[in-house]
């Protein structure tokens, strides 16, 4: 024989073997998940196989380090969304005490060859009660764990925090203000625009051509941002706004829109309903917690050209403006409109509602007015810099404010208020790096307290606003 043929044969023999050992290991696992606790403590000690001890409880290095998100949550349920490396066997697991149960995942393969995504639904949660999700790879290695729990919508006071233009190659910012950020211990983040940067690639424009060049680009994101390794895990709600479209300043027009909006979906799960949830046109959604309704709306997919006077001019498209004159109609509490871009930016020469389609933005404000009986507060991102404006009651009959955070971490310009100032600003902060914290302190049908804090990199506070918002 000869030894070409012979190594064949051994590699061969040699990768089945590791794959039955692999799939044997994991059956032992399972089988010891359910005779119980000295089971699984009796595979870790003498066999010592690393998932059987993290789901003993103890502490075990892990193997590697996933990309997890966690997205659309309540009380007794939330939805998971792991990158994962493709074609390999993974496990999930989630543990409270001395229960273990395993958990099914669908498979979402996009075209970039080495990842896919793992969408995990986990139902049936203790209120309030911390789990353990744990990633176990093909040959029964602890590959990750995280610390979860659902989310109460009917708590009163929560603590939002608001966040967009989250350029990826800044990455000693990220590194930094993620985990400052998340010890401000937010109930949920809201992820408003810029998410990725899909027409970006190592801090240079490069123009989307492919569904492929998209999906890469939320697959570098996801892998490069700490955020996405956070232990415990916080619920995620996210619109888009131009860069995770994938066009800058782009609009109904771009050509590979509906490709962008699946891998939108892909990566945050919220096609399907879910507590207090439910979806709008494009990735338009409205979801109501802690006793007020956000309005997550698309300010891309059905929008016209910017600054062009024609007879259907418009920023968020009839079918949406239809959809939301019916949610605000309906709406019982406070609501917060939250779009990529600012509403009230007539002020500067980029883009906004009422710079880049001021007829429309004209008529959708009497409309607004007309049919919400509760008070609205605006919240956007896009300008690279924070500011709170104070909306005067001439718009809708009521004083109201619009927040804005931009960028977490992406260019900012220090000269942002010299070239262009805010008229309406009752605070603001250029060329730093920031985020919001927005606390909801007080909510009723006609009544909106809330306290604003705009951090940035060393957890500086760049300011802070009590508001009050009364109809």
Same mark, same amino acid.
């Given at each position: 024989m000869?030894?070409?043929q012979?190594?064949?044969?051994?590699?061969?023999?040699?990768?089945?073997?590791?794959?039955?050992?692999?799939?044997?290991?994991?059956?032992?696992?399972?089988?010891?998940?359910?005779?119980?606790?000295?089971?699984?403590?009796?595979?870790?000690?003498?066999?010592?196989?690393?998932?059987?001890?993290?789901?003993?409880?103890?502490?075990?290095?892990?193997?590697?380090?996933?990309?997890?998100?966690?997205?659309?949550?309540? *009380?007794? #349920?939330?939805?998971?969304v792991?990158?994962?490396?493709?074609?390999?066997?993974?496990?999930?697991?989630?543990?409270?005490?001395?229960?273990?149960?395993?958990?099914?995942?669908?498979?979402?393969?996009?075209?970039?060859?080495?990842?896919?995504?793992?969408?995990?639904?986990?139902?049936?949660?203790?209120?309030?009660?911390e789990?353990?999700?744990?990633?176990?790879?093909p040959?029964?290695?602890?590959?990750?764990?995280?610390?979860?729990?659902?989310?109460?919508?009917?708590?009163?006071?929560?603590?939002?925090?608001?966040?967009?233009?989250?350029?990826?190659?800044?990455?000693?910012?990220?590194?930094?203000?993620?985990? *400052?950020?998340?010890k401000?211990?937010?109930?949920?983040?809201?992820?408003?625009?810029?998410?990725?940067?899909?027409?970006?690639?190592?801090?240079?424009?490069?123009?989307?051509t492919?569904?492929?060049?998209?999906?890469?680009?939320?697959?570098?994101?996801?892998?490069?941002?700490?955020?996405?390794?956070?232990?415990?895990?916080?619920?995620?709600?996210a619109?888009?706004?131009?860069?995770?479209f994938?066009?800058?300043?782009?609009?109904?027009?771009?050509?590979?829109?509906?490709?962008?909006l699946?891998?939108?979906?892909a990566?945050?799960?919220?096609?399907?309903?879910?507590?207090?949830?439910?979806?709008?046109?494009?990735?338009?959604?409205?979801?109501?917690?802690?006793?007020v309704?956000?309005?997550?709306?698309?300010?891309?997919?059905?929008?016209?050209?910017?600054?062009?006077?024609?007879?259907?001019?418009?920023?968020?498209?009839?079918?949406?403006?239809?959809?939301?004159?019916?949610?605000?109609?309906?709406?019982?509490?406070?609501v917060?409109?939250v779009?990529?871009?600012?509403?009230?930016?007539?002020?500067?020469?980029?883009?906004?509602? #009422?710079?880049?389609?001021?007829?429309?933005?004209?008529?959708?404000? #009497?409309?607004?007015?007309?049919?919400?009986?509760?008070?609205?507060?605006?919240?956007?991102?896009?300008?690279?810099?924070?500011?709170?404006?104070?909306?005067?009651?001439?718009?809708?009959?009521?004083?109201?404010? #619009?927040?804005?955070?931009?960028?977490?971490?992406?260019?900012?310009?220090?000269?942002?208020?010299?070239?262009?100032?805010?008229?309406?600003?009752?605070?603001?902060?250029?060329?730093?790096?920031?985020y919001?914290?927005?606390?909801?302190?007080?909510?009723?049908?006609?009544?909106?307290?809330?306290?604003?804090?705009?951090?940035?990199?060393?957890?500086?506070?760049?300011?802070?606003?009590?508001?009050?918002?009364?109809?």
């Amino acid at each position: 024989m000869r030894l070409a043929q012979f190594l064949s044969i051994l590699l061969f023999f040699g990768a089945g073997g590791c794959a039955s050992i692999g799939a044997h290991k994991i059956q032992s696992l399972e089988s010891a998940i359910n005779q119980g606790r000295p089971a699984i403590e009796k595979l870790c000690e003498e066999k010592k196989i690393s998932a059987a001890c993290a789901l003993s409880g103890r502490e075990v290095a892990p193997a590697r380090t996933l990309s997890i998100m966690q997205g659309l949550s309540g *009380e007794k #349920e939330a939805r998971v969304v792991v990158l994962a490396p493709k074609g390999k066997n993974l496990h999930y697991y989630l543990r409270v005490r001395d229960q273990i149960r395993k958990v099914t995942y669908e498979t979402i393969k996009g075209p970039r060859q080495s990842s896919e995504l793992h969408h995990l639904s986990l139902f049936d949660l203790e209120p309030g009660t911390e789990y353990a999700l744990v990633a176990v790879g093909p040959n029964a290695e602890m590959w990750d764990q995280r610390r979860l729990r659902g989310l109460s919508p009917k708590k009163k006071r929560a603590r939002i925090a608001v966040v967009s233009c989250m350029d990826d190659s800044f990455t000693d910012v990220q590194r930094q203000i993620w985990p *400052e950020l998340l010890k401000q211990g937010p109930d949920a983040i809201l992820l408003i625009g810029d998410n990725t940067y899909a027409d970006w690639s190592r801090g240079k424009r490069r123009p989307v051509t492919s569904a492929e060049q998209i999906w890469t680009r939320y697959a570098e994101t996801r892998e490069a941002l700490a955020v996405f390794a956070a232990n415990p895990l916080v619920p995620v709600i996210a619109t888009w706004d131009d860069h995770d479209f994938g066009q800058n300043d782009g609009d109904r027009t771009f050509p590979l829109k509906d490709e962008a909006l699946a891998v939108f979906f892909a990566y945050f799960p919220q096609r399907q309903p879910g507590p207090g949830f439910r979806n709008g046109p494009g990735v338009a959604s409205w979801w109501n917690a802690f006793g007020v309704g956000f309005a997550f709306l698309d300010d891309r997919s059905f929008r016209s050209p910017n600054r062009v006077e024609i007879e259907d001019q418009t920023h968020f498209g009839p079918d949406q403006e239809k959809w939301l004159k019916q949610g605000l109609s309906e709406a019982k509490t406070p609501v917060f409109l939250v779009s990529g871009d600012q509403f009230f930016g007539g002020y500067h020469g980029f883009e906004s509602y #009422e710079g880049s389609h001021p007829k429309s933005f004209k008529t959708q404000l #009497e409309v607004w007015r007309g049919s919400a009986r509760v008070p609205l507060v605006f919240v956007s991102g896009d300008r690279h810099l924070s500011e709170i404006i104070k909306v005067p009651s001439e718009h809708l009959g009521y004083p109201t404010f #619009e927040i804005t955070s931009s960028g977490v971490h992406a260019k900012v310009f220090p000269e942002a208020f010299k070239k262009s100032p805010s008229p309406m600003q009752l605070a603001g902060v250029a060329g730093e790096y920031n985020y919001s914290i927005v606390e909801i302190m007080e909510a009723s049908k006609g009544r909106l307290q809330l306290d604003v804090k705009s951090f940035g990199l060393g957890q500086k506070l760049h300011y802070q606003k009590t508001l009050m918002v009364k109809r």
